[in-house]
């Protein structure tokens, strides 16, 4: 034990990093900063929206500058007041490059507060807020986040509304100096028409239009030139899994892949991994909506854990990510809030099913029982091997009906999800297959007398994860009841001792809710989760885990601080696939829909319980 110890020491100490290399501690103050670029951001948008103040103190300087400095002032005020509200999220998490173009863009609304609206209190405002940037300077030292050219897409869809919506207050705001009374198609092709720099139909009096232009003109140049920045800036490509990462995976899972039923998972090739100094740990993750999420345990040796840990938490801190960890077990989570300080929140069980006690026999298993029967007696068959052993025509095969079955467009999942059906790189990989023979006079399907299939990756030597379950919309109920007994009383001759099954949110709070003597708290709990279940079915998942007599393995959430439990709630739920626009936009029956925390989508209908994408 004593062995132990001094191994896990040795791995903290060999990555404690310097302090100067390290940066400085999270304080308060960015988040002050970035509430007070909110604030200035606002009083410079309102500045370019409305006219100057006709009986300001330095209204009578203001009237011996040029003429096109006015508009130019307004417009200027407008694009400030936009980038430093966008620049505020930066602000609050110290990213070093929202402080120099809050710098640079501070002494500009400065100039266009005091020359459009003479603003003394907007422009002492925006000084203040300068001052203090440059005082803190050191707070702001957060490196930039991984980048994606889709940021470019939703930036000219979300700027271009906002730029839009502005600009019909723009044309809007002068209504005593327009020139008769346009509709609204007018103003909205007016709007159209400045945001590109061209004169629209709406014509003003006492030279606002030239106002209206500047300011319409540099909304749209705004929209234009942040897109094409978006677009076309330096290459930092988001976290992915390069081949030296995978190799060393690999070499790590085959000597303590055994450990955690979820291993395998991380060698997703869009997650990133950081190992400790020695290199006998790591930890995978992916950055979503600036929470850094790891998965499951570390990967290796538990001594070494500290060490992955630890330059976990040193990553996320120079970036500024909220560090957080989805589904690891009850070791993993005691070792993570040991060396990090974090608390931990049980988020449900994993079932897993010991091949050696499983039996269809006795009343417990009645209803699996027979559900497998008559589904035998209708003419299925099935089929357990390692993925390795299918022939090439088979497989694809296997994979045009695995993408073809799938309920999205692409493959969804996180902590308990591969993404992939691949012999070269998966062989150990275990997949399980139903087929029916077409009738006499029944042309066969696309896919041949494939109906279902479920595809397990390995857990060390002698075990195996459920990734996926896939069937035909034609095929009868009770597909995935029939699939994983096939592959459970199949696993002694795959020298298979354990199968991981579902991911059941929430289990304990149901099981003890529904119990005599339940407390009031309890009871309440267990009638909100059976209130969810109406769109989530998390009862009926527990009750379709439950089918299958398994033993319950808690996982848990790792978070720094319960403020960050909202933005970690969402970012796993992005991670996982269930806030993607189209998924939301579908429609689906209720009783059709059931998530779970393996990679897909279950869907129960008729007593079937179906993982999709």
């Known amino acids: 034990m004593s062995d132990r110890l001094d191994g896990e020491k040795s791995e903290k100490v060999a990555w404690s990093a310097p302090r100067w290399l390290r940066g400085p501690r999270p304080t308060a103050v960015p988040g002050l900063i970035g ?22 103190r330095v209204h009578a300087v203001a009237e011996v500058l040029p003429g096109a400095v006015s508009p130019l002032a307004a417009s200027a005020s407008l694009v400030v007041g936009i980038l430093l509200l966008l620049l505020a999220h930066g602000l609050k998490r110290r990213k070093r490059r929202a402080w120099v173009a809050a710098v640079a863009l501070l002494p500009v609304g ?3 507060q005091v020359v459009y609206r003479h603003s003394i209190f907007g422009a002492v405002l925006s000084l203040l807020l300068l001052g203090f940037l440059i005082r803190h300077r050191r707070e702001f030292a957060a490196l930039p986040d991984p980048r994606s050219r889709w940021r470019a897409v939703a930036n000219f869809i979300v700027l271009g509304g906002v730029s839009f919506a502005l600009g019909m207050v723009i044309v809007s705001s002068h ?24 004169e629209g139909p709406v014509a003003y009096t006492h030279g606002v239009d030239y106002t209206v232009g500047y300011s319409l003109g540099a909304l749209g140049l705004l929209t234009v030139a942040t897109t094409a920045y978006l677009a076309f800036r330096p290459e930092h490509p988001a976290a992915r899994l390069t081949d030296e990462d995978e190799q060393r995976l ?37 950055v979503i909506s600036g929470v850094m999420l790891a998965s499951g345990d570390p990967i290796g040796d538990v001594e070494a854990w500290p060490g992955a840990i630890e330059r976990f938490m040193e990553e996320a801190r120079a970036h500024s990510w909220t560090p957080a960890v989805h589904g690891c077990s009850e070791t993993g989570g005691q070792v993570w809030t040991r060396e990090t300080g974090m608390d931990a929140l049980e988020l449900g069980d994993e079932a897993i099913v010991d091949v050696a006690d499983f039996t269809l026999s006795g009343r417990s298993m009645r209803n699996v029982r027979q559900m ?12 357990v091997r390692r993925v390795r ?34 012999a070269d790189k998966d062989g150990d990989a275990v997949i399980a297959t139903a087929h029916l023979a077409p009738a006499e006079g029944e042309e066969a399907g696309p896919f041949g007398d494939l109906k279902a299939l479920q595809y397990f990756v390995p857990w060390g030597p002698d075990g195996m994860s459920l990734e996926r379950m896939r069937r035909d919309r034609s095929a009868d109920p009770g597909m995935n009841e029939l699939l994983i007994v096939a592959a459970l009383h199949t696993a002694p001759e795959l020298k298979i001792k354990q199968l991981s099954l579902n991911f059941a949110v929430f289990r304990s709070y149901l099981e003890r809710g529904e119990k005599l003597g339940a407390g009031p708290v309890m009871r309440i709990t267990r009638g909100t989760l059976l209130f969810l279940s109406r769109w989530y079915q998390i009862e009926s998942l527990y009750k ?20 960050d439990i909202p933005r970690i709630g969402l970012a796993t739920m992005q991670a996982e696939g269930y806030l993607e626009l189209p998924r939301v936009l579908r429609r689906r029956k209720a009783a059709e829909s059931l998530p779970c925390a393996h990679p897909e989508e279950s869907v129960l209908a008729a007593g079937t319980l179906e993982k999709v994408a």
Request: proline share 5%.
């Open 372 to 383: 497998v029967k008559r589904i035998e007696r209708n003419g299925y068959t099935t089929q």
């Open 389 to 422: 052993d299918l022939e090439p025509e088979e497989l694809e095969r296997v994979q045009k009906a695995a993408d073809a079955w799938r309920d999205t467009d692409d493959e969804r999942g996180f902590s308990m999800a591969l993404g992939r059906i691949d």
């Open 544 to 563: 379709f885990n439950d089918k299958f007599q398994p033993r319950w393995e808690p996982r848990f959430v790792v978070f720094r601080s319960s403020r």
């Open 175 to 198: 209504p005593h100096k327009i020139v008769g009374s346009p509709s609204f198609g007018a103003r909205a092709e007016h709007v159209l028409w400045g945001l590109f720099g061209f």
């Open 110 to 112: 400065i100039a266009a």
């Open 250 to 286: 690999r070499e790590l899972l085959a000597k303590h892949g055994s450990r955690d039923s979820l291993g395998y998972f991380a060698l997703r090739r869009d997650k990133g991994a950081v190992f400790s100094p020695s290199g006998k740990a790591a930890v995978c993750y992916r």
């Open 35 to 56: 509430t007070a670029g909110v604030v200035v951001g606002v009083l410079n948008l309102m500045s370019g929206l409305f006219p100057r103040f006709r009986h300001s």
